[in-house]
């Protein structure tokens, strides 16, 4: 499994975008990129999965570049309640059963 | 609601005891999971079942005894635990077959053990 590197944590206001950026320098050419989101005392929930370029939906964007040895996901103008710890998770989604590995994930703060 | 519906959500036994945990899904999926969430420590995979069997077990010791009798349900038998063993208890589901391998979480059952 390709390990994947994220901040610990970072902090921002209300109503800014925010970026949290993942290394995976080991992907391999059948992995996706996924990004969940956990707030505390619940599980994580799925927010946006990409395998190249970028990718939009009504929660956020993924934007990978053309080498996919990184991705960002962008959070457009957050809220308080999107603070939460976010996991950048990388894997060869051919359709199995297959469990996710998690790493520590980035826990964001959203200040007012 | 994510679909996934777990029982107990809090429970405190003592180390002799015998309890079991309970998932329900509701999204006619065919895989089911078990995770651990100790504190400050990434989610670790315990369980997979996919079609009622087991492909996946992670090194799990055995007084943690999964049992899944049809694609809805999911337990988890637990007997002599160790204090170390307190955590976040998570079970999730997914359509095995999904490329995306989305898998939805249930909210979790606190487990202390005295």
């Given at each position: 499994l390709a390990k994947t590197t994220q901040p610990i944590s970072m902090d921002s206001y209300e109503g800014q975008e925010v970026n949290i950026t993942c290394s995976h320098?080991?992907?391999?050419?059948?992995d996706y990129i996924t990004w969940y989101q956990q707030f505390p005392s619940q599980g994580p929930r799925f927010i946006i999965q990409g395998y190249k370029t970028k990718v939009t939906n009504e929660v956020a964007s993924l934007f990978i570049p053309a080498d996919r040895k990184s991705s960002t996901l962008s959070l457009p103008?957050?809220?308080?309640?999107?603070?939460a710890v976010y996991y950048c998770l990388v894997g060869?989604?051919?359709?199995?059963a297959d469990g996710l590995t998690f790493g520590k994930g980035t826990h964001l703060i959203i200040q007012p | 609601e994510t679909g996934v519906t777990q029982t107990p959500r809090h429970l405190v036994m003592g180390m002799t005891n015998k309890k079991s945990l309970k998932c329900e899904q509701h999204?006619?999926?065919n895989a089911m999971y078990w995770y651990k969430q100790s504190a400050k420590k990434p989610l670790e995979l315990m369980f997979v079942y996919s079609l009622e069997e087991?492909?996946?077990?992670?090194?799990?010791?055995?007084?943690f005894s999964p049992e899944c009798p049809n694609s809805s349900h999911l337990f988890l038998h637990l007997h002599?635990?160790?204090?170390?063993?307190?955590a976040l208890y998570l079970c999730a589901s997914s359509q095995?077959?999904?490329?995306?391998?989305e898998q939805f979480f249930g909210p979790g059952t606190r487990l202390t053990v005295l």
């Amino acid at each position: 499994l390709a390990k994947t590197t994220q901040p610990i944590s970072m902090d921002s206001y209300e109503g800014q975008e925010v970026n949290i950026t993942c290394s995976h320098n080991n992907i391999a050419t059948n992995d996706y990129i996924t990004w969940y989101q956990q707030f505390p005392s619940q599980g994580p929930r799925f927010i946006i999965q990409g395998y190249k370029t970028k990718v939009t939906n009504e929660v956020a964007s993924l934007f990978i570049p053309a080498d996919r040895k990184s991705s960002t996901l962008s959070l457009p103008r957050v809220s308080l309640s999107d603070t939460a710890v976010y996991y950048c998770l990388v894997g060869d989604l051919r359709g199995g059963a297959d469990g996710l590995t998690f790493g520590k994930g980035t826990h964001l703060i959203i200040q007012p | 609601e994510t679909g996934v519906t777990q029982t107990p959500r809090h429970l405190v036994m003592g180390m002799t005891n015998k309890k079991s945990l309970k998932c329900e899904q509701h999204l006619g999926h065919n895989a089911m999971y078990w995770y651990k969430q100790s504190a400050k420590k990434p989610l670790e995979l315990m369980f997979v079942y996919s079609l009622e069997e087991r492909v996946e077990n992670n090194s799990v010791p055995s007084r943690f005894s999964p049992e899944c009798p049809n694609s809805s349900h999911l337990f988890l038998h637990l007997h002599t635990l160790q204090p170390e063993d307190s955590a976040l208890y998570l079970c999730a589901s997914s359509q095995a077959g999904d490329r995306a391998n989305e898998q939805f979480f249930g909210p979790g059952t606190r487990l202390t053990v005295l």
